[in-house]
């Protein structure tokens, strides 16, 4: 009877940890489930780059680049260095950056290439 029950507890604790991660991953899929933070981070992906690089290359505004970085920042997928008087921004987040790769190879290498 001992057993059974130590068995039980260890699947509820393996359900609980589950279900936190579950809640873990909407979250960081909801944070990247935007096509120009997507796109800010794929071009992240590439290298390192300004405002004014991300810019240029969205065909965005300042603005709506500054605010899409500035959720990304807050969920902690990007970080921002300054160098001189420019501010770069990077991919921070490991996982975001082996989902964005993954993402890039399956949706994007082959059209790019054409």
Same mark, same amino acid.
């Given at each position: 009877?001992?057993?059974?029950?130590?068995?039980?507890?260890?699947?509820?604790?393996?359900?609980?940890?589950?279900?936190?991660? &579950?809640?873990? &991953? &909407? =979250?960081?899929?909801?944070? %990247?489930?935007?096509?120009? /933070?997507?796109? %800010?981070?794929?071009?992240?992906?590439?290298?390192?780059? !300004?405002?004014? *690089?991300?810019? *240029?290359?969205?065909?965005?505004?300042?603005?709506?680049? !500054?605010?899409?970085? !500035? /959720?990304?920042?807050?969920?902690?997928?990007?970080? =921002?260095?300054?160098?001189?008087?420019?501010?770069?921004?990077? %991919? !921070? =987040?490991?996982?975001?950056?082996?989902?964005?790769?993954?993402?890039?190879? %399956?949706?994007? /290498?082959?059209?790019?290439? =054409?």
């Amino acid at each position: 009877m001992l057993v059974e029950k130590f068995k039980n507890n260890k699947t509820l604790d393996v359900a609980e940890k589950m279900m936190q991660n &579950t809640h873990e &991953t &909407t =979250d960081f899929l909801k944070s %990247i489930a935007h096509p120009g /933070r997507l796109m %800010i981070l794929c071009k992240l992906a590439e290298k390192p780059a !300004s405002v004014g *690089e991300l810019e *240029e290359f969205l065909n965005m505004q300042q603005a709506a680049v !500054s605010k899409q970085l !500035s /959720r990304l920042r807050q969920e902690g997928l990007v970080k =921002d260095e300054r160098r001189g008087r420019s501010i770069i921004y990077s %991919i !921070s =987040d490991v996982r975001a950056r082996i989902l964005i790769d993954t993402l890039y190879d %399956i949706f994007c /290498r082959e059209s790019i290439a =054409d």
